[in-house]
Structure formats: C-alpha cells, structure tokens
C-alpha cells in the first residue's frame, strides 16, 4: 500500500497537520515570480532569474575595489594576463576571475642568511657565512620573470660568493681585506639579478664569519696570531722610528749649525788677523822701532797677564807672585801683612808691632 493513500500517516509531514513541502516550494515559486509579471501560475525560471540577478550584484559591489597599502603595489591581472599596476590607495577593477590583483611589498627590506665552503684561489678551504638584505624594485618582473626569486637570489648570491672568494688567497680572506670583498660580491650579485631581470636591488651584503674549516681552525689560529705579533713588532718599531730619527735630524742640525758658526768665526777671526797684519805692517815701514817696541810690550802684556811668576830683568833675579786672592780667606790679609813689615825698616817695624800687641 503506497503511503500517500488516503487515510495513511504521510511520513515527511509526521503527525502534525498543516502544509506540506510541496505547498511550501509552491508559494515561494509564486512569491519570486511575481515581480516579473508571474503570479500564482507564473513559470519557475523567474524566481532563479531573481537570484541570479541579485548574487550578480552582490559580486560586482562586493569585488570590483581593492585597497593597496602604502608600502605595496598591486599587479592587476586580466583573464591571467598582466594589465596594469595599481598605486597605493583605492583602486578599482573588475571582479574576479576577470581581474585578479597581486600585493607586493616594495618598500620592504628582506634578507637571505646562507653559509657555504668553498676553495680559495690558493687551493685552502674556507666557510664563509654571509647575509643580503635586498628590495622589490619592480613588481611585476619579480612575480613573471623568475620562477623563484628568492631561491634565485639565494643562489645568485652563492654564486657571486664564490667568484669573489675564488679569485682571492686565503690570507687576503682573512686579512682586513673584508671591505673590498664585500663591494665586489655586492657589485656581482647586482649584475647577476639585473642579467635575469627579477626586480630586486641588492642593499646591503656582510660577510658574518670567514673562518678556515674546524680540521685546520688552530693551525690558522696559530698563524693569525703571528701575524698580530708581526704587526705589533712593525707598530712599535714605526714608533721608535718615528721618535729617534726627528731627535737625530735636530742633533744633526744643530751640529751643521755650529759647525757653520764656528767656520764662520773662524773665517772672520782669520780676516781680521790678516787685517791687523796689513795695518801693522803699513805703520812698520812708517815707523819700524816704534812699531817693534810696542809689539815687544803688547807680547809680553799677553804673555805674563796670566803667569804666577814674575822675572825683574833688574837684577836677574826670579821672584814668585803668589796668588794670595786664591788662598784660604782670611790667609791672604796675614800674608800681605808679613810681607809689608819684612819691607819696612827695622824701628818702624818695632812699632808696628807693639801698636798691634797694645790692641
């Protein structure tokens, strides 16, 4: 027996009495219909229209805006094509899947941090650990023209490492020779992305850690610490360079100095004395005896001016001037008085003797 017979219990509607889903699916037909001119016997494709209509605007005002950050820009693209670029701000655009938009951040700095072993141009091996902090420059060749472009520049990075490090000894690496290394790598690495067109402009490339491999580290510690030795020993060998030499060229010049001076007195003493020669022998032929004595008296003045003895050509007798100012004090005064009551006559020496006893 079917259970839609009359007088059977109609399992989808239970117990209850009241319209069914067949009722309830006919009366929003007839309400959907109704604004396109269908009514209770309208066709059923007008409510569809309705909805379809209104998931249609719904999707237009919902999708057809997008807002880009300050730090972004939107690459637009159409049915899968590149079409445009969008500036920060409000944009509009056609709804997906005609338009679809891809933020990128340019503004951003990012980096890439990668260790690797590599050979020297001396055939030593060293680890070089090494960081590069980039930017997007152009959006859209850095989503289109490379598959991966930070794996891309991952390895372009390695690649330019290992160019630089290969060309290089191992004591240039591990000397202070960083500086330059680090310019060319960066400079390599630029050339690279720019061959590959992926819109990214390398910043900023440091080389964290260059160090021998672990098997050799205290056989190059060893010889670093040599090479700090060596450079201290130049250090203060400069240094005492640098403060005995001026002291040897000031000596020297002032020797060359008073050599100069000395010539020079020499030189004049020289002209006078020949000058004084010339004068004296003008006054010789004027007046020779004249002339002779006083270069007889002028000698013998230069001659005895110092001489502690003194020749009385008298009575060719030799007396000794003894220097009494040199003496002991006091010594000098009792001598010269010795010396005046030997010279007075005897009475007059008596007298002075007893005016010194009556004192």
């Known amino acids: 027996m079917a259970w839609n017979e009359p007088g059977k219990r109609d399992p989808w509607r239970g117990n209850q009495q009241g319209p069914g889903i067949e009722d309830m699916l006919r009366r929003l037909k007839e309400r959907l219909g109704k604004p396109f001119g269908g009514g209770s016997g309208g066709g059923p494709g007008g409510g569809l229209v309705v909805i379809a209509l209104g998931l249609l605007l719904a999707w237009g005002a919902l999708d057809s805006w997008t807002i880009i950050n300050a730090r972004e820009v939107g690459v637009t693209l159409r049915f899968g094509e590149f079409s445009r670029i969008m500036p920060p701000g409000f944009n509009l655009k056609w709804p997906q899947p005609i338009e679809q938009v891809r933020k990128v951040q ?30 997007v420059t152009d959006a859209q060749a850095y989503l289109f023209k490379v598959k991966d472009p930070d794996e891309t520049l991952k390895q372009a990075a390695e690649s330019a490492v290992r160019q630089v490090v290969g060309k290089n000894t191992m004591d240039t690496i591990l000397s202070g020779h960083g500086v330059e290394l680090v310019g060319e790598t960066k400079r390599t690495l630029q050339e690279t992305l720019d061959d590959y ?42 240094a005492y360079a640098n403060k005995v030499v001026p002291e040897a060229r000031g000596e020297a010049a002032r020797i060359k100095a008073e050599a100069e001076g000395y010539r020079a007195e020499r030189i004049a003493l020289a002209q006078g004395a020949a000058d004084r020669f010339s004068l004296l022998a003008a006054q010789y032929r004027l007046a020779p005896e004249i ?23 008298a009575g060719s007798r030799n007396l000794i001037n003894l220097p009494l100012e040199k003496l002991a004090p006091g010594t000098g005064n009792a001598l010269r008085g010795a010396a005046a009551m030997q010279a007075l006559p005897a009475d007059d020496a008596g007298n002075a003797g007893g005016k010194e006893a009556g004192r």
């Open 106 to 135: 340019t503004t951003q700095v990012r980096s890439i941090t990668d260790q690797v072993r590599m050979l020297t141009n001396d055939e030593n091996i060293v680890l070089v650990e090494f960081n590069v902090q980039f930017q």
């Open 291 to 313: 002339t002779r004595k006083r270069l007889y008296l002028e000698t013998m003045q230069d001659v005895l001016a110092n001489s502690v003895k003194v020749l009385d050509q």
């Open 197 to 238: 067109g992926a819109g990214l402009q390398v910043t900023e490339v440091n080389f964290q850690n260059v160090a021998p491999p672990h098997e050799v580290k205290d056989a190059f510690d060893d010889v670093t610490s040599a090479r700090e030795n060596k450079q201290q020993i130049e250090n203060e060998a400069q």
